[in-house]
Each structure stands twice: as C-alpha cells, then as structure tokens.
C-alpha cells in the first residue's frame, strides 16, 4: 500500500521533532474541547496521535487513489459545459469525494461546523502529501482557506448556511479577486457591488483566471464604495453559484490541468457580505492570501518531492558507459542539491506554517485572558507580537523560496532523466510544467520579495534565527557551523546598512531586495538544519553540506550588495535595447 | 425499507511483503514478521454492506473471529462506518479449519438474524475461498459468489457475478450470502471524525489486560475484575464497548469448533525456495532474438 505520509522520511522527521505539542495545546485551547466533542484530544500525546491518524489517512489517499490518476487527469483536464457548468477530471471528482468521506475537507475548520480543527501546521503537511500525488488537486483541496475565511470574519447565520456543506466536501470554494486588469494590484479592482432599497447586495463584472471559479461558493473581492478608488473602497462578498453566475471560459494552461482556471461573469447575481464593508482587501483578503500563500508553499514541496523521487529512482537504475549514472560525481552533486532544496523548502515551510499556528492560538489566549493578571497578560501579548512578526515574513519567504525550489528542482529532475525526461513518458515533464504557476499564483516571486523585505530591513531575522537556535550548548561539530551562521548574520546586517545608507529614494534597495532576503532565508534555513541536526545524524550532514555550499554564495551576495551597482536604474533603456516592432 | 447486513472480517498477514525472514524452516508463514492486515477483499465486503445501507437504511455489522488482536480490523471497519463490531474469541476455537471456522461464524451469524451477509471472496494468507460458501450452507442462505455488483428490490437482489471468462447476471431470495470481488468497488477511506472517536474502542479482553497493566500483579483477581466490569460499562456508556463472544455465548457445540471439529489434516509441508537468479541478457539483433528463442524452445517454455 502506498502511503505518501509514512514513506516520506523528512515528513517524518519533522512531524517527530517539531513542537507538535506546543501547537496543539494552543489549537486545541488546553483541550477545552474534549468535554463537548467525544473525537477532541483530552492532551497533548493524544492530540499528536490524532495528528497521525489523520495524515495517515491523507497519505494513504494520496499514494493509492490519487497518484495513479494524475497522468490522467492531466491529459483530459476539466470539461466547461453548455449550461456554463464545468465537469471536474475524473480522478479530481473521486478524490474530491474521498476526501470529503474521510472528513478532510474542513481540516483546519472548528469541530463545532464537522471541522477537524487541525492546525496550520499539520493541513501545510497535508498539501505537501496531497500535492506530490497530483498537484491540481491541491489547488481544490488546499482552498479551505475561503472556509477558514467565512469562519473567522462572516456573520454566524453564514457560518451555520455554508460551513457544514464545505467540511462534508459537498461545495467546493473559490476566491474571486484577480480581473484582467487587476492582477498583483488588487486595489484596481472594478468589479462592483451594490445594495437595493431593501439592502439585499448584488455583484456585477468579469473576473478572470479564477482557480475553482466553478465552484459553489465564491468570495468575491468587489467595489461598494464607487467614490473610493484605491483597496479601502473594496468589500468582500459571498455569491453562491447561481444563475447570474456564469463561466464563460475555461483556460487553456501549461500545467496544473486538473485544476480549472475560470473566467466568471457576475449578471446582477445576489450577494451576501462577509464582515465590514471595506475591510475587504485589507483586512479580509490580506489573510486569507496568507494561508493561500503557506498553502502554495506545500504544493510547491509535493511537486519537487515528487520530481525529486523520479529523478532518484532513474540515476540508480538507468546505466550507461556500464554503471549507473548515479556513480558521476556530476550527478550525485545534482540529486544532493535537489534533496537539499526541498528539504530546505520544507524547513522553512513548516516553520512559517508553525509560526502561524503560534500567532493564531496566542492570539486566542490573549482574547481568553482578559481578566488575567496584568503580568501574564503583557507576556502573551509579547508573545503573539513576535509571532505574528515572523510569520509576516516567513510566509512570503516560504512561498518565494518554495515555490521556486520546486522549479529548480524539476528542472533538475529533467536534467537527471535527460531525454527520457523530456518525453511524456515521465511524470517529470509534468511535473515540470506544474511547478511554473507556483511563482507566479498568490502573488509572483517579486511580490514575496517586496513583503518579506521589511522583516530583513527591520532584522526579524535575528530574532527568528534566535528563536530556532536558543541559548544553548552545540556540540562541537555544529558549534562552528553556528559560528558561522553569525558570521554570515554580520553579513546581512553590513549589507542593510548599505541598502539604508542610499537615501536618494527607495529605488536601490529594491534594487537589490531579492540578495537580502536569499541571504535571509539561507542563514534561517542554517539554522533550522543546525537544530534538527540535534536529532537526526542524516541532518547533521545535511547542515553542513547547507553552509559549505552556501556560505560562499552569501559572501558573494553581499559583495553584490554593497556593490552601489545600478545600471538598471541608470541605463536601462541603452542596455535593454530599443523596443521590439510589432510584426 | 431498511436492510440488515453482517460482514465477516479477518485479520491476516499481509503476503505481499513476504520476504526471506517472512517463512519459516518448515514452509509456514511467520505471523510475525509479516504486519497484520485487514484481509483486502473483506474490505470490499464491507464496501458493499455500507452502500447497501446507504441506499437503503438498515444496519451493519461487523464480525471477526480470532485473537484479540482482531480488534484492529474491527476499530477499523467503526472508523469506516459500521455500526456494530463483533469479536469471536475463545481459545477453544484454536486450530479451527475452514470447516470449523464456518461453523462457529454461522452460530454468531445465525443470532443477528441478517437479511445478508457478506464476506471477501477470499483471504489472501489461506487463499481458500471456502469460508464464505461453507457459511451460507450452514444457514441455509442463497449462495452467490464472485458478486461485482449488487442491486435490492423488496426481498430480491439482483446480482452480476464474475465467472472468470466473462459475467453472469442472477436473481436471488433474500436472506443470502455473498461473497465479494476486489473489483467490485473502492473502498471509502476512514472518517476521520470516527477514527478520532472510535480509536477508543475497546473489547472486554483488551481491556482486562489494559488493567493488568495498570493494577500490576499485586491485585486480587477480584479487584481486576471488577474493575475491568467498571470499565467495560464505562465503555458501553460511551457506545465504544465491541461486542465480545466465546463459544458458549453463541451456543457452539464444541465437537464442531477448533481441532475437533477440523478434518483438514496437512499432510505435508513444502518450502520451495526459488532458485533462480541470474539473468542472460540477449542484445537486441536478429542473431540475439534468435538465440532467444532457441533457448526458449530447448526448455520447452515455447513451441
């Protein structure tokens, strides 16, 4: 039986070693749940045990059920029929069904809607298994954010109408922001929304390139206040699907084929708003891309686990000049700087999906402990501030580097297979061909850069890279390694201080805000390597294999860094050349 | 109207990860070093059973005979949605061949009464095939095996069978049994919502020794016990107690269980190792596919 859960050894690892404990006590606030729901965890070890159960079911769908279906899935894609419906790929449909059966699609929903209540962390480990099996799927599965959304903002008649059918899986959601001219900037939104005299709220416009548009509930960013222009002007609204809602296209992709890509059109169609009116992009939307974004994150790692693994199996068995081509040195360099990729990416991932979970649940505390003693209450809300820092940061930071691991990797994957990779008989071209939209969805790689940068400016990187390493005594192999760790954080902090120093404008510093946050994110990810390399002797080879190869790679960073060098400020137009004619 | 199902489970070895350490000297399986499995197409049975109550209403419910450690197919078959589990435990029923086994299942079987009773077309560590039809016969129920798919109408079930070089379609009077194909369905996954409750679930047996454990050996047997009845309807409260049965809760006649009641007598065991190995590679030319070939013919595999 084939289950991408327990035949993953760095899931493992990290489901053992991470501090499970800590995020399911604050999840499960100091289990008050158990006295009201006879499947809620009465502690900690029970909670972990739930924690198994569950990804042990997930990972036996995903390596069963799903996997044999991706290639599938892939070739036929999604049907848009006459009466403006779509009709998923077959494997998309029973899998949808299976997860709904096995109780997994209100995964990070409260108990109270059928939800499992599960935490950041564990539903990140989920579309991490989800996605290695057929990376479309994570993109239906992995939208529980839109019911996450309803459930933390939306009014409870709206909780009670719509949360239950989306945890039995029964209705499927999808957030309805991007339109053709409003894509990274959201605040240029045009689609509209307006109330009749009896207060009933309608939404018309065109929105487009909406993943799962075709689904039954639709959060739909629109326009209530005409005379404000930019993002304050914009509400968040629930439109059920119905007749005034209309797919009228379904794109046509490079990858993630099982996943249907719309273009909607809103006729007038009812609408229900969903908390304050103009709260919407900044404040609802905003969080909702967050999860969206961690969400990515664990697809990008499913896709480059996947192709990773393709790639491992071909250099052990494919022969050439007599031996197996994993025997070149060229090629075993390769497959190690594609497993270090992922596992980095998933160090990392983890850790903002952990961050997250600490945020949220210390965020529950300090609304539970109002009549605390002062003391106590001052420490939580320390406590919150510092992890809402981190994962203000590490999310974009997770999703940038993630998301282009899985690039990287599939690239590299195709590399490994050579010509068999470039036919259709690999999975490795699909692969290939999925992983390009996760740096481009939920905002683009340069986005990411742009909302990490502020932590780098500010060093929230030393107080993450604190937090992981603590005060403590290393042993001697990984105390050099942590020496070097600060001596790269000097790095970091002489090359702000350059960046800060050009004061012109802010043109240098985003100039070069992508070499801050890589060497941002490769000193954190030394540091997660460095305390897992505490447990596990595979990752203490892993740590420092990290900082040999990256070490230099960071001192060249920096040197670019400090460079002052600007021609893409100052000469653009001579080096890029006059503009192409249209034929 | 709503049906009432039973489905017989087994726990077995899961033989497709047979390796060296897995058989012992004299040929036998080595239980344990083979982890314990639920029998596959006994969860297609189930599989069956469940959409019969979906469509249709009624119950369902689980039995499994064997050691305590049965348990686990059954907590399973809760968290895939039965609502009743059932264990068939009695060191007296040791050694019990399919003769045997059948006889004791249809003593249980015959005290819940089912419209129909499903069972895996076979379990793959014996490979018999036999428990399902020996069943019927002794409850007097209408055989009908190699189901594929199943269909109810009042007291009739319509059925389509494999029959190996094609399929048939039959009609059948309720009560019957039936014995079910892999190809029959996909099983549903756990809930998880039930796994999360039902991995709670408990037999009597299981929670006597959990009480060993936490009494120790000082404790009278007085007080273990009665802790364990506390225990036990703390469970039942909770609807988590599985139902337990030995061989005089279902009225066995002792002639017929275990060895006594086993004809099967093995005679002989082989342990036939493979000997194989080597491979010969043949390059792919006009001379290489001949010489093939010519192998091929000379060890009679061909022509």
């Known amino acids: 039986m084939a289950n991408f859960f327990t035949d993953n050894e760095d899931i493992q690892f990290l489901f053992q070693h991470m501090n499970l404990a800590r995020v399911a006590t604050l999840r499960e606030q100091n289990f008050r749940f158990a006295k009201e729901f006879d499947f809620a965890p009465a502690d900690a070890p029970e909670a972990i045990d739930n924690y198994r159960r569950i990804l042990d079911v997930i990972g036996e769908i995903a390596g069963e059920r799903v996997a044999p279906t991706a290639a599938d899935t892939d070739t036929v894609g999604n049907v848009l029929n006459a009466d403006g419906s779509v009709t998923y790929a077959p494997g998309i449909a029973e899998a949808v069904k299976l997860l709904g059966q096995a109780d997994a699609m209100g995964f990070i929903l409260p108990y109270r809607f059928g939800g499992l209540n599960g935490p950041n962390l564990l539903y990140t480990m989920s579309n991490d298994i989800v996605s290695r099996a057929d990376a479309a799927l994570m993109n239906i599965y992995g939208l529980q954010g839109i019911a996450e959304t309803i459930n933390a903002f939306a009014s409870e008649e709206i909780k009670q109408q719509y949360l239950p059918r989306m945890t039995s899986g029964e209705w499927t959601g999808a957030m309805v922001l991007t339109e053709p001219d409003a894509g990274s900037d959201l605040q240029a939104v045009k689609t509209k929304a307006y109330q009749d005299a009896s207060g009933q709220w309608f939404v018309r416009g065109v929105k487009r390139f909406i993943t799962n548009g075709c689904g039954e509930v639709l959060l739909v960013l629109a326009r209530t206040e005409p005379e404000i222009a930019d993002g304050r002007g914009l509400s968040c609204l629930l439109v059920e699907r119905g007749p005034r809602v209309r797919v009228r296209r379904l794109e046509h992709k490079l990858g993630i084929n099982g996943s249907p890509t719309c273009e909607i059109c809103f006729d007038d169609a009812p609408a229900k708003l969903i908390g304050e009116r103009r709260r919407g992009l900044i404040t609802y939307v905003m969080s909702l891309m967050n999860g969206a974004r961690i969400g990515i994150a664990a697809q990008s790692l499913g896709i480059g686990e996947a192709a990773y693994r393709v790639a491992r199996a071909y250099a052990h068995s494919r022969k050439q000049f007599n031996t197996a081509i994993e025997n070149f040195p060229a090629v075993r360099d390769l497959l190690l700087d594609m497993s270090l990729d992922v596992q980095a990416a998933r160090a990392l991932s983890y850790f903002a999906a952990y961050s997250v979970d600490l945020e949220e649940g210390l965020g529950a505390c300090v609304a539970a402990a109002q009549n605390a003693a002062p003391d106590e209450l001052k420490r939580l809300r320390a406590e919150e501030r510092k992890y809402k820092a981190f994962s203000k940061m590490l999310t974009p930071m997770a999703k940038y580097y993630a998301s282009e691991m899985s690039m990287r990797v599939s690239n590299s994957s195709m590399a490994v297979l050579g010509g068999s990779g470039y036919m259709k008989d690999y999975a490795v071209e699909r692969h290939l061909r999925d992983s390009r939209i996760t740096t481009i969805y939920e905002g683009t790689s340069q986005l990411q850069v742009v909302a990490s940068l502020a932590g780098v400016i500010g060093d929230t990187v030393g107080e993450v890279i604190q937090e992981i390493l603590g005060d403590r005594v290393w042993p001697h192999e990984l105390e050099t390694r942590v020496v070097h760790i600060r001596e790269g954080q000097a790095l970091l902090a002489e090359s702000v201080a350059f960046v800060k120093a050009q004061t012109a404008s802010n043109a240098y510093r985003d100039l070069h805000a992508r070499k801050l946050v890589d060497i941002a994110i490769d000193l954190i990810v030394a540091a997660l390597f460095c305390d897992q390399a505490t447990a596990s002797p595979k990752k203490l080879l892993v740590a420092k294999r990290w900082l040999a190869e990256r070490m230099p790679r960071l001192r060249m960073l920096k040197e670019q860094v400090c460079s002052g060098e600007t021609s893409a400020l100052t000469d653009f137009e001579i080096l890029a050349g006059p503009l192409p004619v249209a034929d | ?303």
């Open chain 2, 1 to 303: 109207m709503g049906y009432n199902c039973v489905v017989c489970v087994k726990q077995v070895p899961d033989t497709k990860r047979i390796t060296g350490q897995a058989m012992k000297e004299d040929g036998t399986v080595n239980r344990a070093a083979l982890p314990a499995i639920f029998n596959p197409e006994d969860l297609n049975a189930l599989e069956e059973a469940l959409r019969v109550r979906d469509q249709h209403g009624g119950t369902v419910t689980v039995i499994a005979m064997g050691l305590p450690a049965a348990c686990d197919v059954l907590r399973d078959s809760l968290f895939r949605g039965a609502d009743r589990a059932i264990l068939i435990t009695d060191r007296r029923a040791a050694a019990s061949d399919t003769l045997a086994t059948s006889y004791i299942l249809s003593c249980a079987v015959r005290k819940l009464k089912p419209d129909l009773v499903f069972c895996g077309r076979q379990a793959i560590d014996g490979d018999t095939a036999q428990v399902g039809p020996q069943l019927a016969e002794k409850l007097g129920y209408t055989l009908v095996t190699y189901l594929e798919e199943l269909e109810l109408d009042g007291p009739m079930a319509r059925v389509k069978r494999n029959i190996g070089n094609g399929y048939e379609r039959v009609r059948s009077r309720l009560p019957a049994l039936f014995t079910v194909m892999e190809t029959a369905n996909h099983p549903r996954p756990p809930a998880l919502l039930k796994a999360l409750k039902c991995k709670k679930a408990r037999a009597p047996v299981e929670i006597a020794k959990a009480v060993d454990g936490t009494l120790g050996a000082s404790a009278t047997p007085e007080a273990k016990s009665a802790e364990t009845a506390r225990r036990c309807s703390d469970m039942q409260t909770q609807n988590l107690l599985i139902t337990q049965w030995n061989l005089d809760d279902i009225e066995a006649d002792l002639g017929w269980c275990g060895g006594a009641g086993s004809p099967t007598k093995v005679n002989r065991i082989q342990s036939i190792v493979l000997a194989g190995g080597d491979y010969k590679e043949f390059p792919p030319t006009d001379s290489g596919v001949a010489s093939l070939l010519g192998e091929l013919i000379q060890d009679h595999t061909i022509g």
